[in-house]
């Protein structure tokens, strides 16, 4: 009787849970809906913005590598490195061998194509909820074409960039570390890769861009909105007031990158190149701005990760990349 009691309770409250965090939604949804309504003009060149920030920096340098690498794909080239890796990764992080091509995928492709392989798996039956949870930790990355070619082009400092790149792998397998699983998986993964045609690839290809550059627009015009209401701005002065030696509004720059990830990086490209500047774009970078964690979340809740998870693992890995920004710094001469 007790335990019917519990069971009662608990399902209560879960219910109470869902439903305000449903008021909250539609509360975010109408309030972004009234403030476009009464400045369109403001958010639709916003959202131009974001579009044109997009197909400027991020789609020249995104698209070829995204093509090059679903091209190597279809010649089972990423499961061939994935299976050498399995037995490493299964030994260090004690997940299904498959980790290894996920990491594979995720280093290669970037954001967020860990988490929809990680989806694929969990719904082929290949991988637990666990393994799931665990795999999610260190097979979260940007990728390196965006690194090295984008936040490049931002900087003008290829030695810059590297830094970044190696934060964003390095955190990311540290972070594996710390979510490590207890035991180990059992089974092995068999992974095949089906020829497809020059045409299909150039499609799926155009397919994940353009979700890129929708995810991208909208979080710039979101962005735009939380400044003009005057959030984001209030955050960032509290950020400056803080670390009195931070520069004027780079605060405010941290904080769109947060969002944004892109724009975020753009914005604080503005300042000058240095430990501080490397600390807070190893952050961003790492973990993925909520726009790209919205995508990941939308894949991941297929294997029954809840958002709470996937933005601790995103803070704790980033929190590591920014810790080791620091002695990277001193190392390349940052």
Same mark, same amino acid.
């Given at each position: 009787? $007790?335990?019917?009691?519990?069971?009662?309770?608990?399902?209560?409250?879960?219910?109470?849970?869902?439903?305000?965090?449903?008021?909250?939604?539609?509360?975010?949804?109408?309030?972004?809906?009234?403030?476009?309504?009464?400045?369109?003009?403001?958010?639709?060149?916003?959202?131009?913005?974001?579009?044109?920030?997009?197909?400027?920096?991020?789609?020249? +340098?995104?698209?070829?590598?995204?093509?090059?690498?679903?091209?190597?794909?279809?010649?089972?080239?990423?499961?061939?490195?994935?299976?050498?890796?399995?037995?490493?990764?299964?030994?260090?992080?004690?997940?299904?061998? /498959?980790?290894?091509?996920?990491? !594979?995928?995720?280093?290669?492709?970037?954001?967020?194509?860990? /988490?929809?392989?990680?989806?694929?798996?969990?719904?082929?039956?290949?991988?637990?909820?666990?393994?799931?949870?665990? @795999?999610?930790?260190?097979?979260?990355? +940007?990728? *390196?074409?965006?690194?090295?070619?984008?936040?490049?082009?931002?900087?003008?400092?290829?030695?810059?960039?590297?830094?970044?790149?190696?934060?964003?792998?390095?955190?990311?397998?540290?972070?594996?570390?710390?979510?490590?699983?207890?035991?180990?998986?059992?089974?092995?993964? !068999?992974?095949?890769?089906?020829?497809? !045609?020059?045409? #299909?690839?150039?499609?799926?290809?155009?397919?994940?861009?353009?979700?890129?550059?929708?995810?991208? /627009?909208?979080?710039?015009?979101?962005?735009?909105?939380?400044?003009?209401?005057?959030?984001?701005?209030?955050?960032?002065?509290?950020? #400056?007031?803080?670390?009195?030696?931070? *520069?004027?509004?780079?605060?405010?720059?941290?904080?769109?990158? @947060?969002?944004?990830?892109?724009?975020?990086?753009?914005?604080? +490209?503005? $300042?000058?190149?240095?430990?501080?500047?490397?600390?807070?774009?190893?952050? @961003?970078?790492?973990?993925?701005?909520?726009?790209? /964690?919205?995508?990941?979340? !939308?894949?991941?809740?297929?294997?029954? @990760?809840?958002?709470?998870?996937?933005?601790?693992?995103?803070?704790?890995?980033?929190?590591?990349?920014?810790?080791? +920004?620091? *002695?990277?710094?001193?190392?390349?001469?940052?």
């Amino acid at each position: 009787m $007790y335990k019917l009691k519990s069971l009662a309770i608990s399902f209560k409250k879960n219910k109470i849970k869902s439903k305000v965090s449903l008021y909250i939604q539609i509360a975010l949804i109408l309030a972004g809906m009234i403030l476009f309504i009464v400045k369109p003009d403001v958010y639709i060149k916003s959202f131009s913005n974001g579009l044109l920030l997009f197909c400027k920096s991020v789609l020249p +340098s995104l698209f070829p590598f995204i093509f090059f690498t679903k091209l190597l794909t279809s010649k089972g080239v990423a499961s061939r490195i994935g299976k050498i890796l399995g037995k490493p990764f299964k030994k260090l992080y004690k997940t299904n061998e /498959a980790s290894g091509y996920v990491f !594979t995928m995720s280093i290669l492709s970037g954001y967020p194509i860990g /988490a929809s392989i990680t989806s694929d798996l969990f719904s082929a039956n290949v991988i637990d909820k666990e393994d799931a949870l665990a @795999i999610s930790s260190f097979c979260s990355t +940007s990728g *390196p074409l965006f690194i090295l070619g984008t936040i490049n082009g931002f900087f003008d400092n290829y030695k810059f960039a590297l830094l970044l790149l190696i934060t964003n792998y390095l955190s990311a397998l540290i972070n594996g570390l710390v979510y490590r699983k207890k035991s180990v998986s059992k089974g092995q993964i !068999t992974i095949t890769n089906n020829e497809t !045609t020059l045409s #299909n690839i150039i499609q799926t290809s155009i397919n994940s861009i353009l979700v890129v550059g929708g995810f991208i /627009a909208l979080f710039n015009m979101f962005a735009d909105m939380l400044l003009n209401v005057g959030i984001v701005g209030f955050f960032g002065s509290l950020i #400056n007031k803080v670390f009195v030696n931070l *520069p004027t509004d780079i605060g405010t720059s941290f904080l769109v990158g @947060i969002i944004e990830m892109t724009r975020g990086c753009l914005m604080l +490209s503005a $300042y000058e190149v240095n430990s501080i500047n490397a600390a807070l774009c190893s952050f @961003i970078l790492s973990f993925g701005g909520i726009g790209i /964690a919205m995508q990941s979340i !939308t894949f991941l809740q297929k294997c029954n @990760i809840s958002a709470f998870d996937y933005f601790l693992r995103k803070f704790s890995q980033a929190s590591i990349a920014l810790v080791l +920004s620091i *002695p990277l710094c001193f190392l390349f001469g940052v």
